[in-house]
């Protein structure tokens, strides 16, 4: 199994424009979920799906946007990049969403810098 | 979901065992604490989870005595390469993934 995969690694865009992040689980989870990192600091929950056609807004959703068309797939997109979006993007997922059972898996991360 | 606090960094050497303490007074009866380990350019890995007083696995133990209201992470003769980023984290039962992550406290093994 390949895990929690994340592309690209790396992108750097200019402020306005748009572009989605890709993440992809072969794990069959059924949640999945976007944070992001800022320098120093925690992981802050941008959107999360607990199912298939399933998504809700986390803690700073603003400027992003996001689908669950499939079990496999989360992208999130950014629909005019600024340059407040200069992050480290994780994508996770998790069995289900019950706590006892569902430590989160996470991926490497999307380094965006925006300029 | 009930905040948590955790000492913003500390200091280790290689072979002693390390204890990290989190406070969460505000948990609720049916949250659970979770601790994740972050390597630098990594994503946050699974460490340990628990609901009340001991659970050990292959890497850590974690204590939570009887109030909740704190929990400590119990790393067994650290190596350098423990050194990273320990988050603790307070899980509701149900809705897990909205789980907040505080600032962590970065882990720093010497030889």
């Known amino acids: 199994n390949a895990g929690v995969t994340q592309t690209p690694k790396f992108q750097v865009l200019k402020t306005g424009q748009s572009m989605t992040l890709q993440c992809a689980q072969d794990m069959n989870h059924e949640y999945m979920s976007w944070y992001r990192q800022d320098p120093g600091m925690g992981l802050r929950l941008i959107h999360y799906?607990?199912?298939?056609?399933?998504?809700d807004q986390g803690e700073v959703p603003n400027g992003y946007n996001v689908s669950r068309s499939t079990t496999e797939d989360f992208p999130l997109r950014l629909l005019s990049a600024a340059p407040s979006q200069t992050s480290v993007y994780f994508c996770?997922?998790?069995?289900?969403?019950?706590?006892?059972?569902?430590?989160?898996?996470f991926g490497n991360g999307t380094r965006l810098t925006v300029t | 979901l009930a905040k948590t606090t955790q000492p913003i960094s500390m200091d280790s050497y290689e072979g002693q065992e390390v204890n990290i303490t989190c406070s969460h007074n505000n948990i609720a009866t049916n949250d659970y604490i979770t601790w994740y380990q972050q390597f630098p350019s990594q994503g946050p890995r699974f460490i340990i989870q628990g609901y009340k007083t001991k659970v050990t696995n292959e890497v850590a133990s974690l204590f939570i005595p009887a109030d909740r209201k704190s929990s400590t992470l119990s790393l067994p003769r650290v190596s350098l390469s423990d050194t990273a980023v320990y988050y603790c984290?307070?899980?509701?039962?149900?809705?897990?993934?909205?789980?907040?992550f505080g600032d962590g406290t970065t882990l720093t093994v010497k030889p």
């Open positions: 984290l307070v899980v509701a039962n149900t809705n897990a993934g909205k789980s907040t």
């Open positions: 996770a997922s998790s069995p289900t969403d019950r706590a006892g059972h569902s430590p989160l898996h």
């Open positions: 799906s607990v199912g298939a056609g399933i998504t």
